[in-house]
């Protein structure tokens, strides 16, 4: 099972895959620090779910979510956000993203999300 | 933790005015200090509704500072610079009346989140303002001095002839004025010796005068010449200040000039005899008077009179027509101020008579100056009237004399060289 | 890069969790203006007064009057929070809060204390809960301020180490934006320093 995390903050990732680490022992996570370099290893790996955050420099979230979808319009995409407001959230859901989880996601939120997904 | 057993003597220790009140302004606590000095005692306030008492309140506003404080649990504030946006205190000071109301700093704190209940506190700022509106109607003030002083120095700048000068009489700052008028531009001015801008090798006796006031460190005023860019020649009534600089301890000098050159001009024309430009007859006694009266003249100190007369100058006039006598009178004038002394006084005393004042010789050397004239002129060639001679006078002050007495003693010195047969010296 | 014992996961660290903070009070704002806030990525420097005060040059038009609202915060992370909006932006901000057509300078001066209230509340509550420390908030004051130099020349000159976090407020359909600036110096990074430390420890535990 390959997870893809989208964010441009090192420890931001670091902190998901932690998590993510502890529930999915054996997921092989790959990792992007902007939605460009998302898309393409999107194209190339086809993980069973992404994890994106949407303020990032190059490309940001909306933008890799709506390309992403393009390419797989069944991609299991997480939004995992800082920006809590109900209208990114309706943004993102609208653009085919399944769920959206503001930062930081703890152990409980993870497990959550983990159950949500058909991984 | 431990817990306070009266916050009712605390709350009213801190001196701050403190309500406890909820989402619907309802009040549930009225401290001491709000009770004293809102004239609402607690039993009054508590229970009821603020609105009922204070309706000027933008309830609005004030419910959405609730709202936020009891959602944030953090405090919200109002802006402490603005006056009457919570609730009016009346203020007790008489001795000044720049509020009459209390300056408020109002801060709403969360009290029990879980009911909606929130403090306001109230802390009395208005000292504090005052100091802020005093100092701010005080800059207003020094911002309209400067904007005055700009405006003064803008006139000062385009209208007056000033220059700042170092010790050494060197151009530190000159207006626009000043540039104008010598008509040279900034650059060539500053750092310019100010005896190389008024310029003339002949004038420079003027900055002199400035740059010795200077050396003592003195104020000083009189008049200097000087020759503009153009080559003009101008008259200044100038007025030297030193000037303290304080940024770095040096003394420098302001030099006021003030343009005279008409004055000069009018001043030159009623002392000027219009024919050989020597002082007139008025002129000279004004001279003579002042040297009489001002100096302390005794025996081994004495000054002497000479009055010379061209020898039958009439035949002259008579002969060659006016304009050839006017020609000899102005050659013996020349001739006359070439040969005497710079502080000796040489003046056209009316028709062919001339008169001159020697200070400080005794009668020997009186009668060598009338000799050394008398010599000069005899040595001048005219065209139509050939060689003149001429004859003198000479008297010696002495103690007790005035003018008249002088005049008449040189006078009658002169009728007698006349008598004894015209181009000598005499004297009684 | 290493600067005050400030290593790239130091700087990271805090800019995620700015970004958390400013997600935060985007959404507290959006709640106030009912209206949908656009977030931007946090810039974190290291600077000394000089390097504040052209970065807050590059930052703030000069040709613009600005309300400036200054905040002071104490505790472990203590230091000054910064609000600039400028006139235009405020007066956007008075006349949607107060739903008034010609705000009051009163109106436009008490909505700018009100935004920067709830931003200052939640960035800072939320940056300083993450970093496990208690925060006191002390009394705002605003001022109207032409062009951009809030820095006294004289207090350019001082030598001071300051970490600058800064991010910008924007409602784009509302035409009100603001800059923001976290501020803190000397001392206090050290303190803030090791904060981040401990929640590296976890993170790497």
Same mark, same amino acid.
Do not use: C
């Given at each position: 099972m390959k997870i893809l995390v989208v964010d441009d903050s090192k420890l931001a990732r670091l902190f998901l895959i932690k998590t993510l680490k502890e529930l999915e022992p054996m997921a092989e996570i790959l990792e992007a620090e902007n939605g460009l370099i998302a898309v393409e290893l999107f194209k190339q790996?086809?993980?069973?779910?992404v994890f994106l955050d949407l303020t990032?420099?190059?490309?940001?979230g909306y933008e890799a979510l709506k390309e992403i979808i393009k390419i797989d319009s069944k991609a299991q995409v997480v939004i995992v956000s800082a920006d809590i407001q109900a209208q990114a959230q309706s943004t993102v859901l609208e653009s085919g993203a399944k769920m959206m989880v503001p930062k930081p996601i703890n152990s409980e939120k993870m497990l959550s999300v983990l159950q949500q997904l058909s991984i | 933790m431990v817990t306070i057993p009266y916050p009712n003597v605390l709350l009213d220790a801190l001196e701050i005015g403190v309500m406890v009140i909820d989402e619907s302004f309802e009040i549930r606590y009225w401290n001491q200090w709000l009770e004293i000095n809102t004239a609402h005692p607690a039993s009054e306030m508590?229970?009821?509704? $603020?609105h009922d008492f204070?309706?000027?309140?933008d309830y609005k506003v004030f419910a959405r500072k609730i709202r936020t404080t009891l959602r944030l649990a953090s405090p919200t504030f109002y802006?402490? %610079? $603005?006056?009457?946006?919570?609730i009016e205190i009346p203020r007790?000071?008489?001795?000044?009346? $720049?509020?009459?109301n209390m300056q408020l700093q109002v801060t709403i704190s969360p009290y029990i989140v879980e009911e909606g209940l929130v403090m306001v506190s109230i802390y009395d700022i208005s000292d504090l303002h005052e100091l802020k509106l005093t100092l701010q109607s005080q800059m207003e003030k020094i911002s309209e001095l400067n904007c005055e002083l700009h405006r003064d120095k803008m006139i000062i700048d385009a209208n007056l002839l000033i220059t700042k000068i170092d010790e050494e009489c060197r151009i530190v700052e000159a207006t626009q004025a000043f540039l104008e008028f010598f008509g040279y531009k900034k650059e060539s001015v500053i750092g310019e010796y100010l005896s190389q801008v008024f310029g003339?090798? %002949?004038?420079d006796f003027d900055t002199i005068q400035i740059c010795d006031a200077i050396a003592r460190q003195q104020k000083w005023s009189g008049e200097v010449k000087a020759v503009l860019a153009n080559g003009e020649e101008v008259w200044f009534d100038t007025v030297v200040t030193p000037l303290?600089?304080?940024?770095?301890?040096t003394l420098s000098y302001t030099v006021i000039f003030h343009d005279i050159s008409d004055k000069k001009r009018i001043e030159l024309l009623s002392i000027t005899?219009? $024919?050989?430009?020597l002082f007139n007859r008025h002129k000279f006694n004004e001279v003579f008077e002042n040297m009489i009266r001002r100096r302390h003249w005794d025996e081994n100190h004495t000054f002497g009179l000479i009055i010379a007369d061209v020898d039958h100058f009439k035949r002259v006039n008579d002969t060659y027509g006016h304009q050839s006598g006017d020609k000899v009178l102005i050659e013996v004038a020349h001739v006359f101020s070439q040969t005497i002394r710079t502080g000796d006084i040489l003046a056209r005393?009316?028709?062919?008579e001339f008169v001159c004042l020697l200070p400080d010789v005794d009668m020997e050397k009186a009668l060598y100056v009338a000799e050394k004239l008398r010599l000069a002129v005899e040595e001048l060639h005219f065209a139509d009237a050939g060689t003149i001679t001429s004859s003198f006078g000479v008297s010696i002050f002495t103690p007790g004399d005035t003018q008249e007495s002088m005049i008449h003693r040189a006078d009658s010195s002169l009728y007698r060289a006349k008598e004894n047969g015209r181009n000598r010296v005499e004297c009684i | 890069m290493q600067q005050n014992g400030f290593t790239d996961d130091h700087l990271d660290m805090l800019r995620e969790l700015m970004n958390i903070a400013m997600g935060n009070a985007t959404a507290s704002i959006a709640d106030l203006l009912e209206a949908f806030g656009k977030m931007h990525i946090p810039q974190i420097m290291i600077s000394d007064m000089e390097g504040l005060d052209s970065y807050i040059q590059q930052t703030i038009p000069n040709d613009q009057r600005n309300y400036v609202t200054k905040q002071l915060f104490g505790g472990l992370f203590s230091g000054e929070f910064l609000f600039v909006i400028s006139e235009e932006s405020a007066l956007h901000l008075g006349h949607h809060l107060y739903d008034v057509d010609k705000p009051s300078d009163g109106d436009i001066l008490d909505a700018v204390i009100e935004l920067t209230n709830i931003l200052s509340a939640t960035i800072i509550s939320r940056l300083t809960e993450e970093l496990n420390t208690k925060v006191q908030f002390f009394v705002p004051s605003t001022e109207r301020v032409d062009g951009?130099?809030?820095?006294s020349q004289e207090d350019i000159i001082n030598y001071h180490r300051i970490i600058i976090i800064s991010t910008e407020m924007e409602f784009q359909h509302q035409n009100i934006n603001g800059q923001i600036f976290i501020l803190t110096k000397d001392g206090m990074i050290g303190s803030l320093k090791e904060l981040i430390d401990r929640k590296l420890e976890e993170l790497y535990a």
């Open positions: 790996e086809r993980p069973s779910a990032m420099p190059v490309m940001d | 508590i229970g009821k509704n $603020l204070y309706p000027q309140i802006d402490a %610079s $603005l006056q009457n946006r919570f007790t000071k008489i001795t000044t009346s $720049l509020l009459i003339d090798v %002949s004038v303290n600089d304080d940024e770095n301890g005899d219009p $024919l050989t430009k005393w009316g028709g062919e | 951009n130099s809030l820095i």
